[in-house]
C-alpha cells in the first residue's frame, strides 16, 4: 500500500517535471520567435544622419563608439564635447567605483555579526548578533546628523569626484603660526550646499567605515553590555569620537598636515584606516571591555583565566571570509577613483597580508599550544587585512606579506597578553586583532613605504617613504599618529563609559548574565529549539530578572 | 524482562545498531549524554588557554529484552562497542517489572 503510493507520487513528481521543462521550452521558442521582427524599424529613425545598424554584437566589440558621446550634432562632437564627455566619464568611474567598493564595506557588518556572535555563546546570540545588525542603523543615524560635518566638513576640494569643494569649513586653532585643523562644521544632515552626488558618495563611503569602527567594540563587550548602554553608545561614537579622530587624518585635520607644517613627512598616513578605523575600534574595545570587567567565569580567584569556547566556528569563519571579501572594498576603495589604477597593486597587498596572516597565526598556534587554533587563524587573517589597510597603497608585496605574517604572530600573542596578564576579557579578540594590529599597520607603512605611490599626498610633493627607503619623518608622523590615537580615543572613551556606568549602569545584572542575555535583554531566544520556549526557561526568574544592576561581580573581578 | 542500558562511545553507535538489528531486536533508545568514568575528563586548547572537559560526550542506548536473550544482547553490544582504549563505555542490566504498547494496549513481553 505504501509502496504503491510512494510510487504514485515518484510518478506524478516525473509528469509534473516533464509539464514544466515543456511549458519552458514553448516559452523560450516563442520569445525567440518575438525577437526576429524587432530589426526592420532601424529604418524608421530618420532623423540621425547615419543611422547604426541595428544589428546584434556577440563580441562586444562595435558597441559603443562615437554616436554615444553626447553631443549637438549627434555623431559628430567638437573637442569641447568630447572633453567634456571625457571628464564627466573620469568622475562617473571614480563615483562608481567609490558607490561600489562602499557597498561591499557595508556588507562587512553581516562578517563581523558573524565572527562575533560565533566565537560568543549560544545562550547570547540574539543579543549579540543585534548590537552587531542595530550599530548600522544608529551609526548611520548619528552620522548622518553630525559626525560626516564633523569629519569632513572641512575637506576641500575633492580632486577624484569633481573637484566640487562644498566641504569647505575646518575650525582650526592657531598655535606657533600654524593651523591645526580640529573638525569639520559643514554637512549636518547633508542639508543645504551638501546636498550633491559627490558630497553623498562620500557620505555613504565614509559612513561604512565609521560603522567598521563602530562595531568593532560590540565584540569586546559582548556578553555582559546592556543594550540601552549599547544604543547611547552607538551615537557616541558616531557623532563624536570617530567623526574628530577622522577629521584629523582624513578630512584636513592637524595629523594630516604634520607634514605640510612641520615637514615630517606626508604627516600622518592612513591609506584605508588601520588607524582611523580599526585602532579607534579596537582602542574604543580596550577602554570598554575594562570599564565592563570580565565575563562571570573567566577568571579565577588567582587570576588565572578561563577560556570561554565561542558556540559556532563555522560562523566565525564564514564571517571571517565574508570580511575578507568586504575587504576588497575597504583598501582598494579607499583611492577613491576606479582610474586610480594603483587599485590592483593595493588589492594583491590586501589578500597577501591576509594569507601570511592566517598561515603565520597558524604555526604560531600550532607550534607553542599543540594545535592550530580555529579562531585564531581566524583572528590571524583579520589581523592581517587590519595591519596592511593602512599600508596596502604604498608596499611592495614582498613588504606586504611580511607586515601581515608580523600580525598574525603579534594578534596571537596580544591576545593571550591582554587576557591573562592584563586580565582584560575580550571574548572575540577584537583589541588583539584591530587595535594592537591597527597601530602596527599604521607603523609599518612608515618603515616599508617604497616610494612609488603617492605623490602629493596630504599636499606634499613626492612620493610617501618609510624609514627604510630614505623617509625617517614619515615614519616619526606615524608614531605621532599613534599616539594620538591611542591617547585621544582611550581618554574620550573611558570618560564616556565610566560617567555613563556610574549614572545608568553598563552591565547587566549576574543573574541576566548567567541566565543569557537574549530573553531577559531581548525577549527572545536566538536559538529557541535549543534552549526551549521562552515561557520554559524564562519562568523561573522572571519577576527579578529586570531588576536593576548590582555590583555582584566582586568575587569574579580578580584583580 | 531485562532493560539493558549501554554507554557507549558516539562512533561506536552504528556498530552496535548493527550488531542488534542482524540479532534480531526491532527496537532501541539512544540519547546523546555526557560523563565520565575513571579516565576523567580531558584538557583541550581555546585561544592559547587549557580548559578541561570534565563530562565527555558519549551515547547511551537502551534495549528492553526477554530474560532468555539478554546475555546475548550484552555480549553483542560489548563486542561491537569495544576499542580496547579507555573510555569504552559501561552495559548495565536491570530487572524490568513491565511494559504497554501505547498504540493496542499489549502488556508484558508482547508489547516489546
Not at chain 1, 23 to 47: H, I, Y
Not at chain 1, 52 to 57: E, I, Q, V
Not at chain 1, 372 to 387: I, Q, W, Y
Not at chain 2, 16 to 39: C, D, H, N, P, Y
Request: proline fraction near 5%; glycine fraction near 14%; charged fraction near 15%.
Amino acid at each position: 500500500m505504501t509502496g504503491f503510493a510512494s510510487l504514485g507520487s515518484t510518478l506524478r513528481r516525473k509528469v509534473i517535471v516533464a509539464l514544466v521543462v515543456g511549458v519552458l521550452l514553448a516559452a523560450g521558442s516563442w520569445v525567440f520567435a518575438q525577437d526576429k521582427p524587432a530589426a526592420p524599424p532601424a529604418a524608421a529613425t530618420a532623423a540621425a544622419p547615419s543611422p547604426p545598424p541595428s544589428k546584434p554584437d556577440p563580441a562586444g566589440t562595435a558597441t559603443g563608439g562615437i554616436a554615444d558621446v553626447t553631443a549637438k550634432t549627434a555623431g559628430k562632437p567638437t573637442l569641447e564635447e568630447v572633453a567634456d564627455f571625457a571628464g564627466h566619464n573620469r568622475v562617473s568611474i571614480n563615483l562608481m567605483w567609490t558607490l561600489l567598493t562602499g557597498f561591499l564595506v557595508m556588507f562587512m557588518q553581516a562578517g563581523f555579526a558573524l565572527v562575533e556572535t560565533g566565537f560568543t555563546r549560544a545562550k547570547n546570540v540574539a543579543h549579540t548578533m543585534m548590537m552587531n545588525f542595530m550599530i548600522y542603523a544608529i551609526g548611520m543615524t548619528g552620522y548622518w546628523i553630525c559626525g560626516f560635518a564633523l569629519q569632513m566638513g572641512g575637506l576641500g576640494a575633492l580632486s577624484t569626484m569633481g573637484g566640487t569643494g562644498l566641504l569647505d569649513s575646518e575650525f582650526t586653532l592657531s598655535l606657533f603660526g600654524k593651523d591645526f585643523g580640529l573638525f569639520g562644521m559643514k554637512g549636518f544632515f547633508l542639508a543645504g550646499s551638501t546636498y550633491d552626488v559627490a558630497v553623498f558618495a562620500l557620505f555613504l563611503f565614509q559612513m561604512v567605515f565609521m560603522d567598521t569602527a563602530a562595531t568593532i567594540p560590540t565584540g569586546a563587550m559582548a556578553e555582559r553590555w546592556k543594550f540601552s548602554s549599547f544604543v547611547v553608545f552607538g551615537f557616541f561614537l558616531s557623532m563624536l569620537t570617530y567623526p574628530i579622530f577622522a577629521n584629523w587624518v582624513w578630512g584636513g585635520g592637524w595629523l594630516s598636515q604634520l607634514g605640510k607644517n612641520f615637514g615630517l613627512g606626508h604627516g600622518h598616513v592612513d591609506f584605508a584606516g588601520s588607524s582611523v578605523v580599526h585602532m579607534v575600534g579596537g582602542v574604543t574595545a580596550l577602554a570598554g571591555a575594562m570599564v565592563l570587567w570580565p565575563r562571570i567565569g573567566k577568571y579565577n580567584k588567582d587570576g588565572s583565566a578561563n577560556p570561554i569556547p565561542g558556540h559556532n566556528i563555522p560562523m566565525g569563519v564564514l564571517g571571517c571570509f565574508i570580511l575578507a571579501f568586504g575587504w576588497f572594498g575597504f583598501n582598494p576603495g579607499s583611492t577613491l577613483a576606479g582610474g586610480d589604477l594603483r587599485i590592483s597593486v593595493i588589492a594583491v597587498n590586501t589578500m597577501l597580508a591576509s594569507a601570511s596572516g592566517a598561515i603565520f597565526s597558524m604555526f604560531y598556534m600550532w607550534g607553542k599550544y599543540g594545535k592550530p587554533d580555529p579562531s585564531m587563524m581566524v583572528n590571524g587573517m583579520l589581523a592581517g587585512l587590519v595591519a596592511i589597510t593602512a599600508p596596502c597603497g604604498f608596499v611592495s608585496s614582498f613588504w606586504a606579506f611580511v607586515i601581515g605574517a608580523v600580525s598574525g604572530v603579534l594578534v596571537c600573542w596580544a591576545a593571550v597578553f591582554i587576557e591573562t596578564v592584563m586580565r582584560i576579557d575580550d571574548p572575540v579578540g577584537a583589541i588583539a586583532v584591530h587595535g594592537v594590529n591597527g597601530a602596527w599597520g599604521v607603523l609599518s607603512l612608515g618603515l616599508f613605504s617604497d616610494g612609488t605611490y603617492g605623490d602629493g599626498f596630504n599636499g606634499v610633493e613626492g612620493t610617501v617613504r618609510g624609514l627604510f627607503y630614505g623617509g625617517p619623518s614619515q615614519f616619526v608622523a606615524q608614531v605621532i599618529g599613534t599616539v594620538t590615537c591611542f591617547g585621544f580615543i582611550f581618554g574620550a572613551s573611558w570618560v564616556f563609559f565610566k560617567v555613563y556606568d556610574a549614572v545608568f549602569g553598563m552591565r547587566v545584572s549576574r543573574e541576566v548574565e548567567l541566565e543569557g542575555l537574549d530573553v531577559p535583554e531581548m525577549g527572545v531566544h536566538g536559538y529557541p529549539e535549543i534552549q526551549g520556549p521562552a515561557t520554559l526557561v524564562h519562568a523561573m526568574g522572571a519577576s527579578g530578572v529586570r531588576a536593576p544592576t548590582v555590583p555582584a561581580m566582586a568575587p569574579e573581578r580578580g584583580r | 524482562m531485562k532493560k539493558i542500558e549501554a554507554i557507549i562511545k558516539p562512533f561506536k553507535l552504528d556498530d552496535v545498531k548493527e550488531a542488534l538489528t542482524g540479532a534480531g531486536i526491532v527496537g532501541m533508545t539512544v540519547s546523546e549524554v555526557r560523563g565520565f568514568g575513571r579516565q576523567k575528563g580531558h584538557t583541550e586548547m581555546y585561544r592559547g588557554g587549557e580548559y578541561t572537559v570534565d563530562f565527555l560526550p558519549k551515547m547511551k542506548l537502551e534495549v528492553v529484552v526477554s530474560d532468555d536473550r539478554a546475555d546475548t544482547v550484552v555480549a553483542l553490544i560489548t563486542a561491537a562497542a569495544k576499542t580496547g582504549s579507555i573510555g569504552d563505555g559501561k552495559v548495565f542490566v536491570s530487572p524490568l517489572e513491565g511494559a504497554v504498547r501505547i498504540r493496542t494496549g499489549e502488556h508484558g513481553e508482547s508489547a516489546l
